[in-house]
């Protein structure tokens, strides 16, 4: 059971209600295979649908506290260095274990 976009937008509006935020806040989405019968990340374990993560926190756009300017871009590098090695958890797939980019 993936949301609809007038679920996720509803969602969103909540979020920011609950937080008493209108203006300078970031939102960060995440959708989860939903709930599992135990940690692994093996899709066989999941119990039922999708979980929505809405996390909201402040992020100013004016007075520099952004990590980019609004009205110039950005500029963008590619890194010829592999950040894991193909043995490990593949780079491509989005997940929230991040420990390979933590550790040296």
């Known amino acids: 059971n ?3 976009k007038e679920e996720i ?3 969103i509006f909540q979020t920011l209600a609950a937080n008493g935020m209108r203006d300078g806040a ?7 295979r939903g709930e ?3 940690s692994s990340m093996n899709p066989k374990f999941n119990v039922y649908g999708t979980t929505l ?3 909201a926190e402040w992020k100013p756009v004016n007075g520099g506290a952004t990590t980019y ?7 963008l590098i590619s890194s010829s260095q592999r950040r894991n ?7 491509k797939i989005h997940h929230n274990n991040m420990i390979t980019n933590i550790l040296p």
């Open 69 to 75: 300017d609004n009205t110039n871009g950005i500029s």
């Open 53 to 55: 993560i809405i996390l």
């Open 9 to 11: 937008v509803e969602a």
């Open 36 to 38: 599992k019968t135990t």
């Open 2 to 4: 993936v949301h609809t």
């Open 85 to 91: 090695a193909p043995t490990c958890i593949d780079s």
């Open 26 to 32: 970031h939102m960060r989405l995440t959708l989860t």
